[in-house]
């Protein structure tokens, strides 16, 4: 398996040219980053910061079988903790070698730098398929801020396009609650990438159960937010011209206690429109026209 450009020449770079005959009491001393030792199985545990944090049971166990059988083939890399050996890459043989019931197994020892283990560790499970999407998006988040990656950069490092590493990551913008559902297998990536086109973090989850219990593809949950968007462009509107009819009615009220006759605002568009006067007889229009003259007048 070859590792991405970034680490250079990648996993198999990794891998011994000749194996130790070390046991796992120690009888030869390893040489550090070449020698394949066999190590008690109960003295390796895994990296706590390792990206992928579940593991499909019926693929571990089929792979269990397999072990009883052929053993572990591919020795793991490990860091030597002093008390224990911590995993860099290899975790998921490490599981289904327990699994198997194995005593011992295979690693080499590596002194490598935290920002060299998480790559590794992220770049492996990348390549291996085996992170659900949620972990690699936060994955990549890992990097990105830890060791201050640009897009980018970390597109390089695993091979993958800037925007398909852009895509993964805006996955994280999703409610909580629809990430697990991910996770989960309840609803695909493509319907989450649907998703993100509500930001209501409710009404995101909402929609996020109603994609599972109508079991709705990708292009029905796209056509279904599609209308959602529609419906609140619609309310938003009719909240305006609720708005609006509100100001206009208070104009009117305020105009008729000026004038003492009903008065209408006809409005056109939003800046135009026209103000209709009422008025009962000829005495009443005169009235109407005197209050206009005071007014001249005051202003000049």
Known sequence: MAMARG?????????????????AEGIKKPE?????????IGKVEPNKDQPRKS????????????????????PLLVQDKKDYYEIIAGERRW????????????VIIKKLTDREIVEISLI?????????????ALAYKKLINEFHLKQDELAE????????????????KLDQRVQQMVIDDLITTGHARALLGITDSEKQYITAQQIFDENLSVRETEKLIKKLQNDKVEQSVNKEEDSLAVFYEDMEQKLKSIMGTKVLIHKKSKEKGKIEIEYYSSDELERIMELFQSIHQIEN
């Open 55 to 74: 593991f499909d049971e019926d693929s571990l166990l089929e792979l269990s079988e397999s072990l009883k059988q052929y053993g572990v083939l591919q």
């Open 95 to 106: 599981r289904a070698a327990k699994l198997a019931g194995l005593k011992e197994i295979p």
């Open 157 to 172: 490092r695993i091979s993958k396009s800037r925007t398909s590493v852009t895509n993964a990551m805006r996955l994280l």
């Open 124 to 136: 492996e499970n990348i390549q291996r398929e085996n992170l659900n999407p949620i972990e690699e």
């Open 32 to 40: 550090i980053g070449k020698d394949v030792i066999y190590v008690k």
């Open 7 to 23: 680490l250079g020449k990648g996993l198999d770079i990794m891998l011994p040219d000749k194996i130790g005959t070390a046991n």
